[in-house]
């Protein structure tokens, strides 16, 4: 059974740091991986897949996240924050054997202070 | 490219009437959408799936009576919230994901639901 664990529920950096925000996975077959992010009532931007191509996946704003197998993590990072970064960031599973039906982390809320 | 709207954004509703959600893909056909709920400060819920043509298949603990989908189209689908109380107010979210790429879905923005 697939599931996924978002390390902090809150994080909070200031502008210009780095971001990092931990997902771990567990999953049966090969996963398909997933970042979403969600500003204050806005509906969910895709930020970057993986889907078992190139490990290191590039996404929109800045955002990259690796995936780590041995480790099974898949956590976001980006080297310097901006404001417009604050949102919720959701990390996804999903696998070919559940029909790719999404599984969704709890959510991390990224604080940035000025 | 991949957009999916939804309407409206937002609606204010009475106790015991039931309303109408609409999700468009408006630039891909959608074999499949999906209806999710997300309570304040939490993640999204899986409800349902749709695929065009055929019966939604309802997670557990989802009354299908209540929460009726339709799929009629390749590029529509609705969400009626009937007899609607006060506990069913929430953020509702549809997606939907074309024959390409089963793998990714892309979200309508959502629509707040609250019922007085």
């Not at chain 1, 310097?80 to 790719?100: L, P, Q, R, T, W």
């Not at chain 2, 055929?54 to 009576?65: C, F, I, M």
Request: some cysteine.
């Amino acid at each position: 059974a697939q599931s996924v664990t978002q390390l902090d529920s809150h994080v909070s950096v200031s502008e210009g740091t780095p971001v990092l925000l931990r997902c771990n996975y567990s999953s049966s077959y090969s996963p398909s991986l997933f970042w979403y992010v969600q500003h204050p009532n806005k509906g969910l931007q895709l930020l970057l897949k993986y889907t078992s191509a190139a490990t290191l996946v590039k996404g929109i704003n800045g955002f990259e996240a690796e995936f780590k197998k041995s480790e099974t993590s898949f956590h976001l990072t980006k080297p310097s924050a901006h404001m417009s970064d604050a949102a919720e960031y959701f990390c996804v599973v999903s696998e070919k054997g559940s029909n790719y039906q999404l599984i969704w982390g709890a959510g991390t809320k990224l604080i940035i202070k000025p | 490219g991949a957009v999916v709207s939804q309407h409206p954004s937002r609606v204010i509703c009475k106790s015991g009437t039931s309303v109408k959600i609409e999700c468009r893909s408006l630039d891909f056909q959608a074999t499949t959408m999906f209806w999710y709920r997300q309570f304040p400060k939490k993640s999204l819920m899986l409800m349902a799936t749709s695929n065009e043509g055929s019966k939604a298949t309802y997670e557990q603990g989802v009354e299908k009576d209540k929460f009726l989908i339709n799929h009629a189209s390749l590029t529509l689908s609705t969400l009626t919230v009937t007899s609607a109380h006060p506990e069913d107010s929430s953020f509702y979210i549809c997606s939907a994901r074309g024959d390409w790429g089963q793998e990714t879905q892309y979200f309508g923005p959502g629509t707040r639901l609250l019922v007085l």
